[in-house]
């Protein structure tokens, strides 16, 4: 396999510290607010990292922290009056509910600022002692750049003077424009810790560093994990800080490869909440169905930057359609062997610095062979059997075709139609068990009006609404 690294700035091979074991590491959301598309975008993103890698034989640790102590939350407590913990378990749950109906699986391990805070007092020791960082008159710890010799080996982005000085506009008693906060000294309406170093409450930067070298570190190489991932607005200034914080501290760089992720954009603005346009993954998942979302987000390649915009997202939804209409056609069928060449495929291109584009295509082609043989020969139980097997595949290595095929095409029927239409089946199943086929027709005529189509298949009736 091959990777986009994000320093070397081009596609290396990718060669795991321990042989056929991966260790990743994603910057997850600060949770104060509801999840949106750049939340999205970047869960699968590294969703579908983690089940390639899988799929190549890979053991696979994947972790994903909450930022449950910021600016932000503490600045929500005070507008709403709600306590920290109430605000950040509410969106936690939320973030986590709203990636299920994406079909983004749960990290193997996900820390809390709030539940790592000895972790991180520990790191900002060791920086302190080997002079690394210090604290200024107010009692905040700095870390000190000065001291880095690398500072920057990451990003190359310190010549930025202008971002520098945006980054320093009101931060006082540090000795270098490009220092940063480890531990912020406790100030009035503000929530304060305990620490060796005074009342106070990590720096965001610290946080990553130190979770990653108490739960998933190796502290037996020269780089404490295989992965490190992230949007890109993260690669400076936060993974440069996280990179220099543990180098000092532990004498090991922190990731062998670092990947990031594209921006969201809508309809060619850069989605953001100062820009208004934020797009709520909850409010999504209100007009299309999670897989639909899924498979949109999926379609570009992670390291692009996605427009999101309806006109696209219904063109990727007919795309969907294509398989989940073949998957009627095996409907009930047990899986058999697999199309070992389609496989092939679509892991070569994944295996590609994850080529979705020519993954999709190979899986566009399966979707048309396998309709012509089954034209050709509808009766062949191994075509059928090999075809509900690559389905099956593509559940669990791209997370789509999951669901029941007639159910898929019934997405967007409000309840009451959908109670609607199957009393109507029932009660047509009843006249057809009674012989009162005259019954059965018209209701199956009435359904027809209604736009809804009938399959008698071994397990039932089942039906769906036409298009």
Sequence with gaps: MVIFDSVKKEKVPFVPLHDKEVRIYVCGPTVYDDAHLGHA????????????????????????????????IINKSFETGEPIEAITEKYTQHYLRDMEALGVRDADISPRATTSLDAIVEMIGKLLENGCAYRSDDGTVWFDTS?????????????????????????????HPRDFALWKACKEKDVCYDSPFGRGRPGWHIECSAMIDRYLAYHDEPYAIDIHGGGADLFFPHHENEAAQTRCATHRKLAKYWMHNGFVTIDGEKMSKSLGNSFF??????????????????????????????????????????????????????????????????????????????????????IAQANEKLDADPKNKGLKQSVAANISWLDELLGIGVKDPFRY????????????????????????????FRRADAIRDELAAMGVQLMDTPAGTMWEKAE
């Excluded at 970047?42 to 600016?71: K, P």
């Excluded at 001291?147 to 008693?173: F, N, T, W």
């Excluded at 697999?338 to 892991?347: E, T």
């Excluded at 309840?415 to 009162?436: C, F, G, P, V």
């Design 281 to 366: 993954v909850k409010d999504a998942l209100k007009v299309y169905d999670g897989e639909i979302l899924r498979f949109y987000l999926l379609s570009t390649h992670y390291r692009a930057n996605f427009n999101f915009n309806e006109e696209d997202l219904l063109a990727s939804k007919k795309r969907l359609d294509k398989l989940y209409r073949l998957k009627k056609r095996v409907y009930g069928v047990k899986a058999g062997q697999p199309d070992k060449d389609f496989h092939k495929a679509v892991l070569e291109a994944l295996s590609d610095d994850l080529n979705i584009s020519r993954a999709l295509a190979a899986v566009d082609e399966m």
């Design 41 to 72: 975008r970047s869960a699968i993103a590294f969703d579908l990292l983690r089940r390639t890698l899988e799929a190549l034989g890979y053991r696979v640790i994947f972790t994903r922290n909450f930022t449950d102590i910021d600016d932000k």
């Design 147 to 175: 001291k880095d010799a690398d500072y920057c080996s990451l990003s190359h982005r310190c010549g930025d003077e202008e971002e520098v000085q945006a980054r320093i506009a009101h931060e006082e008693g540090k000795r």
């Design 409 to 436: 095409f019934q997405l967007g029927l409000d309840e009451e139609t959908i109670r609607r239409i199957e009393t109507l089946i029932a009660e047509r199943n009843e006249a057809k068990k009674a012989k009162d």
